[in-house]
């Protein structure tokens, strides 16, 4: 199994539920963000393009704060997710150095935390936070060895893209325009 | 032409993106690793290449200091951790891939090194007090035999040590003014000249010292071309990694790398020693003061800046 996100930027209304049911959902700490919605305009007035991004850990293949993490806290379950054990963070932080996204925290706690991709719930059948309150259905969620899931089937249909391909990190989650 | 892009986003609203990861106690820490590494490859190769014998009051000084100062840095590294319960966990595992946990392995190994080399040389403070402890007479015959391995070990520690400091930041990916292979050869020769300009300051035999000028002169040139070959590489690498390379060369970092690093910690004591090696000059501690400055504020400089430019900024 290979979990991936796949959101449809031109569903995506900017509406921050999305934040919102994180932030809910698994308690994120004030100040604090599992996932955030980058606004990103394009071109000059006015020929300009707008693209909404609903933002997270992208769970990388290639993540250099796994690599990183001296303890181990940082690893990748077994359906690809990139995971944190809090029992093993010390708080060095040299995850949150090498994240070219920006996509952890420090909790009031001392550990390091970020998206688990809601895990918890999707091993019960359910869908993430995010998915399950996102108006407009444009989060989707899936296994990618699967042809049939929607993540599989959104991404055949239009031109994906991850953000920074650049830090070579293979991101697992996908934006389709 | 690239497009106007303008970029807006939930954090960035918070005002959360802009914030440093790692403060003072990061660059303390690698200074402090980086001078005791140069005082154990420095006290190391004088015992192999001049012998035991010629080991001055001021290497002697230097080796007994190193375990002190890399201490301290421990110290600083401690005080970073957000979880400071668990600072036991770096070591029940061994990760190869992160430098992090190397290092953690390394200091120690360095430990029982360091304090193997104290014993094998004479030390006119500590002897009464080691004398008083007879199971340790075993253990200085032992080291007084074996002192030529200890150096080679010391040699090679430092080594690890010193280019660990500088690996540490260029592994992260996500920083790419930290993006580059020199960084590891820059700290190891940066920490190599401050653990030589240590020792002069407390050396006081004349001839020793001047070689001790003449080592210095020689890394300080290493890390000059380090420095312009890692400037260099970042500078043709893409607009990311030159936008990173601006803020050292004209950015707000300027003043101190430009400044304080590069003309006041390197190219003004290379001068001053090189002038008194000539005999045009008076030898002063103020000199190698000025290396131990600039090592420090080169540290504070890369990791501060290195956390200025990232691949996102939303």
Known sequence: MRRAMVIDTRRCVGCEACVVACKTENRVPEGSYRDWVTQETRGE???????????????CSNAPCVSNCPVGASFYRGDGTVQVDRDLCTGCR??????????????????????????HRLDEGKPTACQEVCPTGAI?????????????????????????????????????? | MHPHIEIDSTRL????????????????????????????????????????ERATKAMRLGLLAAPVLLSLGMGSLFLDLTYKLHVFRFYTTVVPSAPMSLGSWVLMLVYPVQLALILALPHSMLDPYLARVPQLAAVRAWAERNVGALALAGLGLGVALGIYTGVLLSATVARPLWSSGALGFLFLASGSSTGVALLMI?????????????????LITLELLLIG???????????????????????PY???????????????????????LRGKALHSRWTPALVLAGGLILRFVIVYAGQDVGFVTG
């Open chain 1, 45 to 59: 007035y006015p020929s300009l393009e707008l693209i909404l991004r609903s933002q997270r850990c992208n769970h």
């Open chain 1, 94 to 119: 040299a995850c949150l150095e090498s994240c070219p996204y920006g996509a952890r925290y420090v909790t009031p706690e001392g550990f390091v935390d970020k998206c688990t991709l809601c895990v």
């Open chain 1, 140 to 177: 989707a969620v899936g296994d990618l060895d699967d042809p049939t899931s929607l993540v599989s089937l959104r991404l055949r249909r239009g031109d994906s893209s991850v953000v920074a391909p650049e830090a070579g990190t293979h991101p697992n989650v996908y934006y389709v325009r």
């Open chain 2, 13 to 52: 609203a918070a005002h959360l993106v802009a914030e440093r990861v790692w403060g003072w106690e990061v660059p303390v820490y690698l200074f402090l690793g980086g001078l005791v590494a140069g005082l154990m490859i420095a006290v190391s190769a004088a015992i192999l290449t001049l012998g035991k």
């Open chain 2, 202 to 218: 407390a050396e006081r035999d004349h001839a020793m010292n001047a070689l001790f000028a003449k080592a210095d002169i020689v």
């Open chain 2, 229 to 251: 070959s890692w400037i260099v590489g970042l500078a043709t690498q893409g607009p990311l990694y030159r936008e990173a390379a601006t803020l050292l060369i004209k950015g």
């Open chain 2, 254 to 276: 300027a003043p101190a790398f430009v400044g304080v690093v590069v003309f006041g910690g390197l190219l003004v004591p290379a001068a001053l020693e090189t002038l008194s």
